[in-house]
Structures are given as structure tokens and as C-alpha cells.
């Protein structure tokens, strides 16, 4: 019942280095210092043993464009399929990892597995993200990047939403009300969205 979820490609490699991508929901941030992310995966997966044998995988964003690509490579199996060529993905090569990403992802986190913990029917992987490509479209000429202009995908109870419109930021509840036009000093902190 939480929600939304994301709805991120996974890209893995096999002992020989042949990629696959699969699709998951459960996955999340657990930690910021060091940056660790988790995914849960039934071992039945074809990938599961990609992650487990490599102890890599590389989360990719996904889009509203990439939308069908995430549910094909959510119902179809590496086993029987290429699915990045069947959904004309390229495969990129990653930084730190074997494991390639996916260029059509606006983000990709390269991970190296740190704990598998087998809970009942899925075993989280907790993974160290070692590190992060970012699609150089959305940064602007300061140097920040525009998660907001990437048309995330987001999933709940088996539908894919685009996410909506914004109505707050981080720390808004607290901050004091605008004065004759000119912003508050509380207005005008940046955000760091930091948990
Ligand atoms: C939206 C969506 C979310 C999914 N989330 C998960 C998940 O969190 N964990 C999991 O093990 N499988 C999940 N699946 C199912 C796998 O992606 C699916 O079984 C896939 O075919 C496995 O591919 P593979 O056999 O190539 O590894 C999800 C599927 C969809 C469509």
C-alpha cells in the first residue's frame, strides 16, 4: 500500500558480461553517507543470479517515454529474450562497474552489493552506489540538475502515472509567509532535500 513507487530499469550482466535489464518496484533509498540504495528480487528471476554471481547492477530512471520499455522488461525474461534489443535500449558503459547502464535513462546508479538479506519471498539486495551518471539535457548552465524537466515515471497499485504537479518543497510548512512581493529570509534557503 505505500506509493508511489518507482518503476526503475535494472540493468545486470551475467558471469560471461551479457547484459539484461529487469524492472523493479521495490527498490529504494536506505542511506545517504555512504550512499546505499536496496532492491528486492524473487531469486526465480533470471537476473537474481546475475546480481548474486557479479554482486553488481546499475539502477536506471525511468521516463514516461521508457514507460513501455519498463513493463516489457517487467513481463518478459532474459532467459527467453534480448530485451535491450527488443526495446532498443544501448547499453553504455559504466564508471565503476561492469555492468552497463542505459543511455535513454536521464540517471543511472552503478551499485556494488553490500548485504543480501533473504527475507521470505524476495531477497533485498543492499548495495553501495559507487557512482552516478547523469543525462546532460536536463543540467542547466550553473551546474544544477533538473530531476523536476526528466518526466519521471511512477507506479502504484499496477498503473504507471507521470508524476504531478509540485505543491510544496522541502520546508515549506515552516517558512514564513512572502512580504509586499519580496520573498522571506526563510524563502530564500536552497533546498537540500537531505533526510
Ligand atoms: C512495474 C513492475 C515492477 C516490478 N517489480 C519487481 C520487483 O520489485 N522485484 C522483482 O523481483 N520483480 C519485479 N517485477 C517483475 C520482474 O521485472 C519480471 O519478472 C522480469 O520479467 C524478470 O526478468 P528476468 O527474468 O530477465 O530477470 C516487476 C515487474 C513490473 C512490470
Same mark, same amino acid.
Given at each position: 500500500? *505505500? ?5 526503475? *530499469?535494472?540493468?545486470?550482466?551475467? %558471469? ?5 535489464? *529487469? ?10 553517507? !555512504? ?8 531469486? #526465480? ?11 553488481? /547492477?546499475?539502477?536506471? *530512471? ?20 534480448? $530485451?535491450?534489443?527488443?526495446?532498443? @535500449?544501448? !547499453?553504455? =558503459? ?5 555492468? !552497463?547502464?542505459?543511455?535513454?535513462? !536521464? ?6 552489493? %553490500? ?12 548495495? #553501495? ?7 546532460? =539535457? ?6 544544477? /540538475?533538473? @530531476?523536476?524537466?526528466?518526466? @519521471? @515515471? ?10 504531478? #504537479?509540485?505543491?510544496?518543497? /522541502? ?7 512572502? %512580504? ?8 530564500? $534557503? ?6
Amino acid at each position: 500500500m *505505500l506509493y508511489p513507487l518507482p518503476a526503475v *530499469l535494472v540493468s545486470v550482466a551475467d %558471469r560471461e558480461g551479457r547484459p539484461n535489464v *529487469l524492472t523493479v518496484a521495490w527498490a529504494g533509498t536506505v542511506c545517504s553517507t !555512504p550512499p546505499m540504495v536496496s532492491i528486492s528480487v524473487r531469486p #526465480e528471476r533470471y537476473s537474481y543470479h546475475c546480481i548474486e554471481e557479479t554482486g553488481e /547492477f546499475v539502477i536506471n *530512471l525511468t521516463t514516461a517515454k521508457l514507460a513501455c520499455a519498463a513493463d516489457y522488461c517487467g513481463v518478459k525474461s532474459g532467459r527467453d529474450v534480448d $530485451k535491450f534489443a527488443q526495446m532498443k @535500449l544501448t !547499453p553504455c =558503459a559504466s564508471k565503476k562497474v561492469k555492468v !552497463p547502464g542505459i543511455a535513454e535513462s !536521464p540517471v543511472s546508479l552503478e551499485c556494488k552489493v %553490500r548485504q543480501i538479506l533473504p527475507l521470505g519471498s524476495h531477497t533485498m539486495f543492499v548495495a #553501495e552506489v559507487v557512482a552516478v551518471s547523469v543525462d546532460e =539535457a536536463y543540467m542547466d548552465e550553473n551546474g544544477r /540538475f533538473h @530531476l523536476e524537466k526528466a518526466d @519521471l @515515471l511512477a507506479y502504484s497499485h499496477g498503473v504507471y502515472y507521470r508524476l504531478g #504537479e509540485p505543491i510544496g518543497k /522541502f520546508g515549506y510548512s515552516v517558512e514564513k509567509k512572502q %512580504r509586499s512581493g519580496r520573498k522571506a529570509q526563510g524563502d530564500r $534557503k536552497t533546498d537540500s532535500g537531505k533526510k
